[in-house]
T-cell receptor
Framework: EVQLVESGGGLVQPGGSLRLSCAASGFTFTDNWMHWVRQAPGKGLVWVSRVSSDGTGTDYADSLRGRFTISRDNAKNMLFLQMNSLRAEDTAVYYCVRETTRSGNYFDYWGQGTLATVSS | EIVMTQSPATLSVSPGERATLSCRASQSVSSNLAWYQQKPGQAPRLLIYGASTRATGIPARFSGSGSGTEFTLTISSLQSEDFAIYSC?????????FGQGTKVETK
């Protein structure tokens, strides 16, 4: 059974940092590109970042480039998101998401999410 | 960036009834559209990809249709476990973008 379990969310002051983690199991982690998608309270889903299966390629939403860094540890089946210079508008549930190996950039498995709250 | 617009925002339906949800793209996305189901406290779940192909384990009461800019998700006979938020996503243009979601609630 595919499982994606996020952790690392919490309350942080504006300008602070958080490091989100995602533990993956139940599949061959190195087969898939992995993503982070977020959802602000009462809002829709928004793509944040992705990392290639071998970890060498990354992409970010334009508005987040320079503040967020995605990475993965394939030896430990872990995905990470380092979030710096956090702002109130970064408050959201962050989902760890697996991209399908089929043709197309859609997401076939999601974690339950971890809530990051940026507030003073 | 392609804007995805879902309607209605909220759909009130009685159990056993049919539910029809719409998703419109600001430009053609061909058939590169997925639907997801979200329930409070649970991981979102892929329902449909390629506009009309059900994901593994998805009941046949869920069906998707459309291409280009107009798409529909139909739930033929709502079960209690189907009350949730449904979101569409286009993945024709990078980055993929989502609609704001339609909440299906009990009438």
């Amino acid at each position: 059974e595919v499982q994606l379990v996020e952790s690392g969310g919490g309350l942080v002051q504006p300008g602070g940092s958080l490091r989100l983690s995602c533990a993956a199991s139940g599949f061959t982690f190195t087969d898939n590109w992995m993503h982070w998608v977020r959802q602000a309270p009462g809002k829709g889903l928004v793509w944040v970042s992705r990392v290639s299966s071998d970890g060498t390629g990354t992409d970010y939403a334009d508005s987040l480039r320079g503040r967020f860094t995605i990475s993965r540890d394939n030896a430990k089946n872990m995905l990470f998101l380092q979030m710096n210079s956090l702002r109130a508008e970064d408050t959201a549930v962050y989902y760890c998401v697996r991209e399908t190996t089929r043709s197309g950039n859609y997401f076939d498995y999601w974690g339950q999410g971890t809530l990051a709250t940026v507030s003073s | 960036e392609i804007v995805m617009t879902q309607s209605p925002a909220t759909l009130s339906v009685s159990p056993g009834e049919r539910a029809t949800l719409s998703c419109r793209a600001s430009q053609s996305v061909s058939s590169n559209l997925a639907w997801y189901q979200q329930k409070p406290g649970q991981a979102p779940r892929l329902l449909i990809y390629g506009a009309s192909t059900r994901a593994t384990g998805i009941p046949a009461r869920f069906s998707g249709s459309g291409s280009g800019t107009e798409f529909t998700l139909t739930i033929s006979s709502l079960q209690s476990e189907d009350f949730a938020i449904y979101s569409c996503q286009q993945y024709n243009n990078w980055p993929g973008t989502f609609g704001q979601g339609t909440k299906v609630e009990t009438k």
